[in-house]
């Protein structure tokens, strides 16, 4: 499978732990991006990386979320002493940086922070 | 307000029937995706259009640039087709700005 994927799909942890997730996008996909999706909602934008830079980061990301990509390659999201807030769905994606921009999604972690 | 809005949030349809949802958007835009989520959070890109009208099986997508709106239609609805639809815009660094999505449900 050449998709984007994510680990883990599903993740349970107790208020004020630490929790880390990765993405692994499309192979050739120098862009790559995280969002959450709180229930009933679309999901929001959090930050994306060109290859190993972090160009942009979501006011929605506070001090507690730190995201890294240190190769180019894979990305880990990071969430410090989690709050029961933080419990939602988290989207990677991946594209070409190029015409036609289209974003490659995975299938997501579902956090919850009890 | 919302930078994109979709109605309704909810659909109920009978198999066959032809579902219209719809997106309106206030920002400038580069480009307008239709999305695709089913239960268990995968999304799935449907369509990615800039101008006119796109068609692929029985979706159809259209977008008016000027007045910052695009529709997305079913034509013979399918309990298959059911799931969330979320129109998506991207505009600087193609970072997607999402409505809130539409939850279609076709019974038999």
């Known amino acids: 499978d050449t998709g984007v994927s994510q680990d883990p799909r599903h993740k349970i942890t107790k208020r004020g732990q630490n929790v880390t997730f990765r993405c692994d996008p499309i192979?050739?996909?120098?862009?790559l991006y995280w969002y959450r999706q709180t229930l009933g909602q679309g999901p929001e934008f959090l930050t994306y990386?060109?290859?190993?830079?972090?160009?942009?980061k979501s006011r929605l990301l506070s001090d507690r979320f730190s995201a890294e990509r240190p190769k180019g390659s894979f990305s880990t999201l990071e969430i410090q002493r989690t709050e029961q807030g933080d419990s939602a769905m988290y989207l990677c994606a991946s594209s070409l940086g190029r015409a036609p921009y289209e974003q490659y999604f995975g299938p997501g972690t579902r956090l919850t922070v009890t | 307000k919302n930078e994109v809005e979709q109605s309704p949030q909810n659909l109920t349809a009978q198999e066959g029937e032809f579902i219209t949802i719809n997106c309106s958007y206030s920002v400038g835009i580069s480009a307008l995706h239709w999305l695709q989520q089913h239960p268990g959070g995968g999304i799935v890109s449907l369509f990615m259009?800039?101008?006119g009208k796109k068609k692929h099986g029985r979706l159809i997508a259209t977008i008016n640039i000027q007045e910052k709106h695009s529709s997305l239609h079913i034509t013979a609805s399918h309990p298959r087709d059911s799931a969330v639809y979320i129109c998506?815009?991207?505009?600087?660094?193609?970072?997607?700005?999402f409505g809130t999505g539409t939850r279609l449900q076709v019974f038999p």
């Open positions: 192979s050739e996909h120098n862009r």
């Open positions: 990386f060109q290859n190993e830079a972090q160009l942009e």
């Open positions: 259009l800039s101008s």
């Open positions: 998506a815009v991207r505009g600087s660094a193609d970072k997607l700005i």
